[in-house]
Each structure stands twice: as structure tokens, then as C-alpha cells.
């Protein structure tokens, strides 16, 4: 089905590739269904814990309660649909399914990104300067920076599909597991030059909130040679933050330089891992690490399970 203005053709329906080489169907929607629900569990168990625990309603809990809802977000945005695919005989997905898809995935690797950010200046505030941590980071500015993380990511996104939606498409065939940004302007009829302004403002945004992480773990690192105890809060808070902030740059890189300058001649299956990789580790990694790494949080949810263990048995 095709729409047609001007001579030239809007796609209403888009095939999607990916899905040949995997088989077989049953243990891909075995092991789909187990990762996403290990991931729904995992979230959801660390973002109950601390809204439930006084003692965790700290800034640096509630940022870690935003990212866990974050890969909620995020995950919900792509498991469903490709679970469905599974067992439909035809891929497709309306242009209006494939805009939604690429925006809530775009926003929530953008608001994983702002949110990192943001917990890498509480980080820095808390071991630079803990005597005025609470001043700094009181309660007004939690709450800016968590509608921060947010909005930013919900304006840039909507600012990427109205851009995209303009623009008259030649084609229909998106070769992906799921719909993003640049697969839907890569069927553009014409050249995408707004497209490339507005990606390069958004990577020169996204370059400062990098500046500020690189700028905040100088000053920590400086600031941990100096007592025992500033190294220990280091290692218990900053090195989780690290890992996800490193696993997510790296594998937004990546897909980002594959999907533009990939080569067809990669075997489908190994594109298939690339294009996945980032909506699979972070939302496991991300609440395995704060769930295990901070004492504070483990403690919490240690003492949950022993009570409901006694509870049951009584």
C-alpha cells in the first residue's frame, strides 16, 4: 500500500528484514520473552525497593530509580513488536507504528544518556564538595534534573520526527530489526540536508553533556587520591556509572557507524546482534550493577527477601 503526493511516494506500510536467519522461531521467542521479562523484574524490583525505603530516597537512588524506568520505556518500545514478528508471516509496520517505534527508542537512549550525565555531577558534588551536598542537591534541583532527562530527549525527539515525517520517501524497505531514525531518511526522495543540521546540533549537544562527564571524573579521581574514604565512595558509586556509561557510548557508537557506513556483505545474523546489543545489556546490566554494587541498596533488598521468606513460612 502506497500513498502518493507530488509524484512521489510516501510508504504507509514497511517491510522490515532481519527475521530470515532466525530460527528456529520457538527459542528466539523463548529467549525474547525470558530477557524481557527478566528485565521488567530486575527494574522493577530496584525502583519498588527504593520508593518503598525512606533511607534510599537520596538524590543519588532517585537517579537510579529514573534509569531503571527508563529501561522500562525503552525495552517496551521494541520486545512486544518483535516478538510478534516472530510468527507473522509478513514483517511489516505502519509508517505511523515505525515513527512511534524510532521515537520511543531514540528518547530513551537520549534520556539514559542525560541521566548518566546527571548522576555523574551528583557524583561529583558528592565526593568533591560533601559538605555542601545537600545544599547543591537539594530537592528543587532533583527534580530539574529528572525533568531534564526527560524533556530533553522528548523535544529532540519530536523535533527528529517532524523533520523526518516531511520528508517524501522512494521506498519501503527498512533493513532492520526495528525502526529508527535514519532507516526511515535513508528512503528520502531528496536530500536530507535539515536531517544532517539538526543530527549535527544534536551530537554537539550530546558532545558538551561528554565535556561535563570527562570535566566531573577528572575532578574525582583528583579528589580520591586524597582520603580512604572519598576512594570507597568512588568505588562503591562511580565505577556502576562508569561501566553504564561506557557500555551505552560504545553501543550507541557502534550501531550509530554501522548503520550508516555498515557493509551489506556482514553476515545477517551478525547484524542482527549489533542492532540489539544496545536494547539487551544496559537494561539487564544497569539494574544488576546498582542493585549489587550499592550497599545501601542491596542491604534494602536483601532484608525485603528474609521477610518475605519469614512471612511465607509463618
Known amino acids: 500500500m502506497t500513498l502518493f503526493y507530488e509524484n512521489t511516494s510516501y510508504a ?148 527528529m520526527v517532524i523533520l523526518t515525517i516531511q520528508m517524501p520517501l522512494c521506498g519501503s524497505h527498512i533493513d532492520k530489526l526495528y525502526c529508527d531514525n535514519w532507516s526511515i531518511v535513508k528512503l528520502s526522495c531528496v536530500a536530507s540536508t535539515a536531517n544532517n543540521v539538526y543530527g549535527f546540533v544534536v551530537i554537539s549537544v550530546f558532545t558538551a553533556h561528554a565535556i561535563l562527564v570527562i570535566f566531573s571524573y577528572q575532578r574525582l579521581i583528583f579528589a580520591c587520591r586524597k582520603s580512604k574514604d572519598s576512594k570507597k565512595k568512588f568505588m562503591q558509586t562511580c565505577v556502576p556509572h562508569l561501566l553504564s556509561l561506557s557500555n551505552l557510548t560504545v553501543a550507541l557508537l557502534f550501531d550509530t557507524m554501522f548503520s550508516r557506513y555498515g557493509s551489506r556483505e556482514f553476515p545477517e545474523h551478525l547484524r542482527n546482534f549489533v542492532q540489539v546489543e544496545i536494547l539487551v545489556i544496559p537494561p539487564l546490566l544497569n539494574p544488576l550493577m546498582y542493585g549489587l554494587k550499592l550497599s545501601e541498596v542491596r542491604k534494602r533488598l536483601f532484608q525485603k527477601c528474609i521477610k518475605n521468606n519469614r512471612k511465607r513460612k509463618k
Open 12 to 159: 504507509a506500510i514497511f517491510t522490515m528484514s532481519g527475521m530470515t536467519e532466525l530460527m528456529p522461531k520457538y527459542l528466539f521467542l523463548f529467549l525474547s520473552l525470558s530477557v524481557y521479562l527478566l528485565i521488567i523484574l530486575l527494574n522493577f524490583a530496584l525502583i519498588v525497593t527504593i520508593i518503598l525505603e525512606k533511607p534510599l530516597h537520596e538524590p543519588m537512588y532517585l537517579f537510579v530509580c529514573n534509569l531503571c524506568l527508563n529501561e522500562l520505556y525503552g525495552t517496551t518500545g521494541f520486545y512486544p513488536k518483535f516478538m510478534y514478528d516472530l510468527f507473522s508471516p509478513s514483517h511489516v509496520i505502519s509508517y505511523i507504528g515505525c515513527c512511534t517505534q524510532s521515537f520511543v527508542i531514540y528518547t530513551s537512549f537520549m534520556c539514559e544518556f542525560t541521566t548518566l550525565v546527571v548522576m555523574a555531577y551528583d557524583r561529583y558534588v558528592a565526593i568533591c564538595k560533601p559538605l555542601e551536598y545537600h545544599i547543591i542537591i537539594g530537592t528543587q534541583t532533583v527534580a530539574k534534573a529528572v525533568l531534564y532527562s526527560w524533556a530533553f530527549p522528548f523535544i529532540a525527539g519530536l523535533a
